[in-house]
């Protein structure tokens, strides 16, 4: 089946760093990726759209400036948190849909620490 | 603003059905999906509902009702690994996630 991967799958940073988390598609392409976030016990938020070849879309109240998107081909998008600090450590999930495009596929996620 | 209300917990027993519930108000709609996520992963999507009925995949369903502002999780014949988070999301201009069914299958 379609497999989505992600990484690192765990990272941990100093405050003030960039960090960029990777998403592939590994046997399907994917036009349109997404970004979600996850605190501890919390439920997920969607961040924002990738879509290959032009601007993503962000959710109300994600600042773009500080999460890059990158989704330059049709089997891999890419996050950058830039300028981290200690409250964007979360964990990070991506996703796309794949197969006949009525599956939606989640990459295993990627944790961030930023100390 | 928008709302998706589910219940935080479930506790059901193995070979039995549960249904988990989900209510959402919301300006528009988009469809509306859910996952079932186990502690400490990522999510598996299981279902996606834009028109109203029932769409069965498996054991598990998924029900809507656009009027209501309605929908639930179906599962049957739960089994040990059913024991998950369950998260119910609406789509209109944004995605917004209810806090999810910490469902519970006891032998």
């Known amino acids: 089946g379609a497999v989505v991967s992600q990484h690192p799958s765990r990272v941990i940073c100093k405050s003030g760093t960039s960090v960029k988390i990777e998403c592939r598609s590994l046997?399907?392409?994917?036009?349109?990726m997404f970004w979600y976030r996850q605190f501890p016990k919390q439920s997920l938020m969607l961040m924002a759209t990738?879509?290959?070849?032009?601007?993503?879309?962000?959710e109300q109240g994600v600042e773009k400036d500080k999460f890059l998107i990158n989704h330059a081909s049709l089997t891999l998008s890419t996050l950058t948190v830039t300028s981290a600090h200690p409250e964007d450590s979360s964990f990070y999930i991506c996703?796309?849909?794949?197969?006949?495009?009525?599956?939606?596929?989640f990459g295993p996620g990627t944790r961030l620490t930023v100390l | 603003g928008q709302n998706i209300d589910q219940p935080t917990e479930m506790t059901a027993t193995e070979g039995a059905i549960v249904q988990i519930n989900c209510t959402y108000q919301?300006?528009?709609?988009?469809?509306l999906f859910w996952y079932q996520q186990h502690a400490g992963e990522a999510p598996t999507f299981l279902s996606y509902?834009?028109?109203?009925g029932l769409e069965e995949k498996g054991r598990f369903s998924s029900f809507l009702s656009r009027s209501k502002g309605y929908s639930y999780l179906l599962l049957k014949e739960l089994q040990m690994k059913d024991s998950a988070s369950y998260l119910c999301?609406?789509?209109?201009?944004?995605?917004?996630f209810g806090a999810g069914t910490r469902l519970t299958v006891k032998p």
């Open positions: 996703s796309a849909w794949g197969g006949l495009g009525d599956t939606q596929y």
């Open positions: 919301t300006s528009g709609f988009n469809g």
């Open positions: 990738s879509n290959e070849g032009s601007k993503a879309t962000y």
């Open positions: 509902n834009v028109l109203d």
């Open positions: 046997d399907f392409q994917a036009t349109t």
């Open positions: 999301a609406v789509r209109d201009n944004d995605m917004r």
